[in-house]
């Protein structure tokens, strides 16, 4: 029996086994002493295979190895360091294999919770990045986005607050297509009593978007800040312009940017 | 060699099922990190950051260019030259001395609120940035009146260092033509 572990030893490390069964060895010698590693490395078959030459004695010294690469493999080594301790043991020593199973479950059990809790972490990971209120605005990161919305958005305000005094029925139709919800309801009110000065004084009123900036933009609803230069002009007389900020709220309806809220700024 | 390959064929079954489970679970890792390190590279969240910061920065800058009061000149105008950069703060520079004696000759304090503000344009690797802002500017006279004035101001931004400062600012034009 001296004898015998030494040459499978020699012959072991001749045949250029791979460090990692060396490794197991080295770690089994430690755990269940010299004749313990003499039995793994030998095994009861090894006197007939030794004699076959260096490449049985690969074989063999191999054996005890695949279930350990099973059980972690190189790759998830890491997951489940206490796994390798285990791999020599059980195919080595009969009566201990019980016990080595019950190390290769634990083995498969951390390297599979460990990877199952990482890639968990990596998922909420990613959905706390994209939640953030930076990333869900996608005012000018969704620059096709913004540019209809503040091209829609404008030229309705420009078509809403313009009218001639013969021109009111055009206003209120265009109204209807640009305006939505609470927005709607106020302009509707606006205009009723505006439409009679409208016509009695001819009143013009010219509006233009000059500048129009986006807030917010998150899926179907924007908020944007609007500079309006207006010009109004009584009858024949000399216009007048003012300025006007607003804050919008548009929410995209039946395929077209909606305005439902105006606030003067 | 025959105990070995009785030994795994007596677990296999288990150690496939093992194995399996152990795959199925690196693929898992594996795919909700590459999801993670997407996530983590998108160049428009970092994009959206960019255009947030650049937005707090100019309200709170052009603020702080409303905002002066007459006993505290000095004070208000080191904030004025630390909100700018470029141009626009030489130009404070500049007229410092100026226009600290007009305004304690003329004993206003203006403070100023911003309404709205938003982002036009970004870009983001020249770190440039244009702005409009909104804002009601509040002036106390020295007789204690005070008149309110809304303003809309066109302000462009530079990025040095990590901040965002003020390099332009001014009034947005009435009456001009339609533009942005």
Partial sequence: ?265 | MKLAVRALAGTRPILAAALALTLVAGGFAAWTGLGWYEASHDESAAYAVQRDRALAAAEQAVQNLNTLDHTKVDQGLDLWESSTTGDLHNQLVQGRSEFADQVKAAKTVTTARVLSGAVTELDDRAGRARVLVALRITVKAADDKSSEKDSRMLGELTRTGTHWKLSALGQAPVGGTASG
């Fill in chain 1, 1 to 265: 029996m001296t004898r015998v572990p030494g040459k499978a030893t020699e012959e072991h490390a001749e045949s250029g086994a791979p460090p990692a069964a060396q490794g197991t060895v080295a770690q089994d010698t430690a755990g269940g002493g010299p004749e313990a590693a003499g039995e793994a490395a030998g095994g009861p078959e090894v006197p007939g295979e030794a004699a076959g030459g260096p490449e049985a004695a690969g074989e063999a010294a191999g054996g005890p190895e695949v279930p350990g690469e099973a059980a972690g493999g190189p790759e998830a080594a890491d997951g489940a360091g206490g796994g390798s301790d285990g791999h020599g043991a059980p195919d080595g020593r009969g009566s201990g294999s019980r016990f080595g199973g019950r190390w290769h479950a634990a083995a498969f059990a951390a390297a599979v919770a460990v990877l199952l809790l990482g890639g968990s972490a990596f998922f909420y990971g990613a959905h706390q990045l994209r939640s953030t209120p930076s990333a869900q605005n996608r005012a000018l990161t969704d620059t096709v986005a913004t540019e209809r919305v503040s091209g829609e958005v404008g030229d309705g305000l420009a078509r809403i607050f313009s009218y001639t005094p013969t021109g009111a029925d055009a206003t209120a139709r265009s109204a209807r297509t640009v305006l939505g919800g609470r927005a709607a309801r106020q302009y509707d009110d606006l205009f009723a009593q505006l439409r009679t000065n409208l016509e009695t004084q001819k009143i013009t009123l010219n509006t233009q978007a000059v500048r129009t900036g986006v807030i917010e933009l998150d899926g179907d609803t924007a908020r944007l800040l609007v500079l309006l230069d207006q010009t109004s002009r009584r009858d024949e007389g000399a216009g007048t312009s003012a300025a006007a900020q607003l804050t919008v709220t548009a929410r995209f309806q039946e395929n077209r940017w909606r305005i439902v809220d105006i606030k003067a700024r």
